[in-house]
């Protein structure tokens, strides 16, 4: 499985920008796809994430009601929506992916990964 993130970028507060997690190879729908960040001098951590099967879906408490995570299975697409940026939402944004339906929040879960995009958010 490859995956490709895109749709990083510079903005300033308030803004909005939807980040893309393409999946290729073998796919399946009992798997489940988190998004986390990274941003300099801290962990890497859970930002949101979704079950393939079902569609059920996870926030960390910080993102929710401001971003929306949904996934496209024709297309093998995970989004992630992100609405109200912060300056602290500043980090690089990872896609990654596992076997089996459940949204875990600690990257040791997943085994696979996109390259990061990064987000910046001026204030």
């Known amino acids: 499985v490859q995956l490709q993130a895109f749709g990083g970028g510079l903005v300033q507060a308030g803004d909005s920008l939807r980040l893309s997690c393409v999946a290729s190879?073998?796919?399946?729908?009992?798997?489940?796809t988190g998004w986390f960040r990274q941003a300099p001098g801290k962990e890497r951590e859970f930002v949101a994430g979704?079950?393939?099967?079902?569609?059920?879906?996870y926030y960390e408490d910080s993102v929710k009601g401001r971003f929306t995570i949904s996934k496209n299975s024709a297309k093998n697409t995970v989004y992630l929506q992100m609405n109200s940026l912060k300056p602290e939402d500043t980090a690089v944004y990872y896609c990654?992916?596992?076997?089996?339906?459940?949204?875990?929040?600690?990257?040791?879960?997943?085994?696979?990964w996109g390259t990061g995009t990064l987000v910046t958010v001026s204030s």
């Open positions: 990654a992916l596992r076997w089996g339906s459940t949204v875990h929040r600690t990257a040791e879960w997943y085994s696979y």
């Open positions: 190879g073998r796919t399946s729908n009992d798997a489940a």
């Open positions: 979704i079950r393939w099967s079902g569609g059920n879906q």
